[in-house]
């Protein structure tokens, strides 16, 4: 049966599940006249359950639907396949929900190892920046020495070319 065989049934019924349930029962027995009995019969333990596809559930529901025989026999299937696509899908979020949480795990592993990071290089851009204040510092005092010890230099050219200090003679 087709997905949208189910779906038709669906609308036809406005979305009523008994409603649907007869209408794809009476479908079935007309198939079955059709292909002149050939629905498999599967015993209800050795039916298999889908893992989490959902084609593979639409098919199980429809095959299930089909071998009804009452309306009661199809709530206690649907009730019965309800059940296990809710632990199917149970399943399935759970394995989703520990890989997430690992993800998440990860993540935050990393943003701490950035953070160390980030605080680590705010603290050398910090220490630079002192560095260099300092640097200035003692290129303006290294200037001034040598302004003054060009003056001094100068002064003491000037008073030794005057002879003042003329210790040869």
Known sequence: MDIQILDRALQ??????????????QLHLTENRVTSGSAEKIPQDQKPIPDDGTTDWVELV????MTCSSVEDARAKAAKLLKGFKKSIGARFEKENMVLKRAVCVLL???KELEGGSREVRH?????????E???ALET??????????????????FVSAGSFNLIK
């Open 12 to 25: 036809e019924s406005c979305y009523d599940i008994d409603a649907t349930i007869k209408s794809l029962s």
């Open 141 to 158: 005092t290294n200037y001034g020495l040598n302004l003054h010890l060009k003056q001094a230099l100068q002064c003491n050219s000037n």
């Open 109 to 111: 592993k990393r943003r």
């Open 134 to 136: 300092q640097l200035r």
């Open 62 to 65: 429809i095959r299930e639907m």
């Open 124 to 132: 050398l851009k910090e220490l630079v920046a002192h560095q260099q």
